[in-house]
Structure formats: structure tokens, C-alpha cells
């Protein structure tokens, strides 16, 4: 009978989905491996309706600069959101692969499907509008609510939200957005509605902070893979750059090591504004490569990758131009935890760092956890020293070498015993490289580098640095 069940609630999953106007990102995160079994859809609580008004950006002109702490987790990076009257906090995750800033909504009626690794974390924690003075609902005829249904006739949404031809007519109607559903690459899936609330940031130092006003954002009761909230950081309307005002400028961040993962005593440097962009003077920068498919996102071009003093022979366009349809190019995104390659350029990566390490085989290990290559070191005293692993460079359009750490893309398993260790590479290869992006630059790759999105020129710049130094220089490091 619960098999029955299921397959109903999965077909009829499926048919909503088929006809929802879906907004998709193309995200590959925190890839958990399960079958879809249906949502339960949660009430939240009924709180006032925003009436129909110009949303003016004049009032976020004053916001020149923002810092803020990002948290290193075991996938990703955390901000810390302070929405409300008075403030709730929510730690959500920085997501540069998608726009829309959502939070889980309501204590016990947030429900996650498929989340069960995150059941007892500690790290998701819920917003309530009816303790919040300054929440409302979006209204219909707003920009966001018609973005966030993708839809090309204004009117449609507030048709969705019952509205008579004469409102719309004279932009009276003063019905609440709709409820949407908003899709990511690797199959998560969150449904709520479109919310305003107060954003409270802090400015160039943790001892100023503005309010934001009216900021809109998704409150969320049912997910699918997703257990946490996430602040886009695309370029479309609905992300947090672009409601402050920040596209015309850039930000910025340098992400902690993956062994600070889950330390509350250090966290990792994100800039906005003109502090962002201001003294790269030993940056190298990439030009964003405009994608016809996927405009929000950010994307950059491959041409090589360099294995000790050997470099890659036939890197396939596809990582550094589009296609007619729009596919292609390489997809930066925080939000995805590891880098990944299409094939067969994938498979003769991996080949040669096969040829060039001599370290044997832990065969074992790579059919456990499903890395495609993992090696027994030693370690002198069961300690990880550095081992003889060859270089990787990255090299990307504009003669652009990014040298990565080797933490970055060789890492241990587990704690080493017996005077051995495991070390796995953190890359993947692409499910499907004809559709969307033909690789993405994650998270991983990017620790312990300066990454810079200079939206104003349209570039991203690289500087390999430490992290954990940048933190306690702007006293993010607690003693």
C-alpha cells in the first residue's frame, strides 16, 4: 500500500511540475542520491498583504559597502540573513548559481523531503512572520512576483491570484503573489510565497549596520534536497546584489579551507560594493563570458589545464563558447561543491595525473565514497605532510593561470593510522554536458582564493591567498 501511495503522490508530483511556471537554475549542489516521493505542502501563517506600489531602489543608494561573515560548512559557505522585526537569523547558503534568497519558514511546519544527513543539524534554522512587525506578502503586480513566475504578461500572476479585469485595468488589485515552486539543477525543489521583510546589513565595519527595507525573498514551508536556506547571488532582479544595488559594482569572497568547516571561531570574508572591487592591483582577471541560455549566472572560459609541466591537448570549446542554443561555457558557482568536467576531456585529466603519481592505489576507498582517483600516502608520525602530488593550473581566456592549493583538489578522507593516509581528487565529471553549462568551477577549487566579480567590467579575478589570514585581518577570527 505505501508503494502505491508514493508512485500516486510521485505522478501527481510530476504532472504540477509539468505545469508550474518552474524557475530554474542549473546549481549542481549537494548531490544526495534519492528517489522523489512527493511534497507536503505546509501552511504558514497569514500575515498582511503589501498593497501594489513602484519598488524604488533610491532608498539603497546610501549602501556603499557590505561585509559580512561567511560560515565554511561541510558542502558549502553560510551567510547570516537578520530579517524581521526584530530580527530572526538565518544562516542560508552564499549561492553565486542562482537568484532567488530563500528562508525555511515556520518551526514545525517546514518539512524537507529527502533530507535526512540534516535531520539533528543544528545549522537550520526557520523564520516566523507572524513575529515579525514588518512582514507582508508581495503583491502580485510586483516585479518580483512576476519574475519569479517567469512570466512575459505582468498581468498573468495576479490573473493566478484571482484578480478581476477592471483591477488590472487601473493596477488596483492588492491579491498576494502566488505561491511558487523553484527548481535547481540537480533535482531540489522549494515551494512557498514571495515575502518582504527588513534586511538588516552590516556595513565597511561589524560596528555599522543600514536596514533594507521591503527586501523580498521567498518563505519557504516545503523542499525537496534543499535543508537550508540560500541567498542568491545572480544577476537577476529577485538576488541579494541586485536588490541592494550592488550590480553596477561587485563582490567579493575568499573562502576558508575545508579543515575550518564548521568552526564558529572563523569565518571567511565577503565584500560588496566599491570595497570589493577597489585595489586589485595583483589580480588576475577573466572576462564573463555572457551565456543566451542562463544571463543571471556567471560564467568564464576554460582553455587549458596544466598537470605538473604537462598540459591538456584538446580542450573542447564547449568550455569557453556557447552553442546556437546557448549551451556551454564554464559556470563558477558557489553553490556547487566540486568541479566538474565534461567528458572525455574529464577521463584525460585524469589520466594524467595517473601518469604523473606514484603513490599506489586505494581502490577501496574510490568504490566507498565514488571519487575516481584515491592514493595511500604516507604519513610520518599520522600526520598529512606534502605529498608529491604534481601541480594543477587552471588556465582561463585572457592568459589568466590559477595555480590551485593542493588541499584543493587532493584531500584526506579520514585521519591517517598506521603512518598511512587516503587522499581522494575532489573533481566529477558532468552528468550531461549538452545541456546547460559544460563545467562548473565549485566551491572546493575556490578555497584560499581571492575570487573577485567585477560586475561594473564584467570580469572575474583570481589571486591565490590565505584565507584564514584575510579573516583576521578584518576581525572575523574569535581568540
Known sequence: MATSC?????????????????????????????VVLGLKHSSITPYPILKPSKYSRKRLSEVSDMVEPLRAVRDGYLITLNVGT??????????????????????????????????????????????????VRDSCASSFCIDIHSSDNSFDPCIEAGCSLSTLLKSTCSRPCPSFAYTYGEGGLVTGSLTRDTLRIHGSSPEITRDIPRFSFGCVG?????PIGIAGFGKGVLSLPS???????????????????????????????????????????TPMLKSPMFPNY?????????????????????????????????????GTTYTHLPEPFYSQLLSMLQSSITYPRATDVETRT??????????????????????????????????????????????????????????QSMDDGDYGPAGVFGNFQQQNVKVVYDLEKERIGFQPMDCAAAAASQGLHKN
Request: hydrophobic share 40%; net charge negative; glycine share 6%.
Open 222 to 226: 516545503s523542499t525537496y534536497r534543499e
Open 243 to 285: 536588490q541592494l544595488g550592488f550590480l553596477q559594482k561587485g563582490f567579493s569572497h575568499c573562502f576558508l579551507a575545508f579543515k575550518y568547516a564548521n568552526n564558529p571561531n572563523i569565518s571567511s570574508p565577503l565584500f560588496m560594493g566599491d570595497v570589493a572591487i577597489s585595489s586589485n592591483d595583483n589580480l588576475q582577471f
Open 298 to 334: 556567471y560564467y568564464i572560459g576554460l582553455e587549458a589545464i596544466t598537470v605538473g609541466n604537462i598540459s591538456s591537448s584538446g580542450v573542447p570549446l564547449n568550455l569557453r563558447e556557447f552553442d546556437s542554443q546557448g549551451n556551454g561555457g564554464m559556470l563558477i558557482d558557489s
Open 370 to 427: 565514488g571519487f575516481d582517483l584515491c592514493y595511500r600516502v604516507p604519513c610520518p608520525n599520522n600526520r598529512f605532510t606534502n605529498d608529491l602530488f604534481p601541480s594543477v593550473t587552471f588556465h582561463f581566456l585572457n592568459n589568466v593561470s590559477l595555480v590551485l592549493p593542493q588541499a584543493n583538489y587532493f584531500y584526506p578522507m579520514s585521519a591517517p593510522s598506521n603512518s598511512t593516509g587516503v587522499k581522494c581528487l575532489l573533481f
Open 6 to 34: 508514493c508512485t500516486t503522490i510521485l505522478f501527481l508530483l510530476f504532472i504540477i511540475a509539468s505545469f508550474m511556471n518552474f524557475s530554474q537554475t542549473l546549481a549542481w549542489k549537494r548531490n544526495l542520491n534519492s
Open 86 to 135: 526584530p530580527a530572526q537569523v538565518i544562516q542560508v547558503y552564499m549561492d553565486t548559481g542562482s537568484d532567488l534568497t530563500w528562508v525555511p519558514c515556520g518551526n514545525i511546519s517546514f518539512d524537507c523531503l529527502d533530507c535526512d544527513d540534516y535531520r539533528n543539524n543544528k545549522l537550520v534554522s526557520t523564520f516566523s512572520p507572524s513575529r515579525s512587525s514588518s512582514a
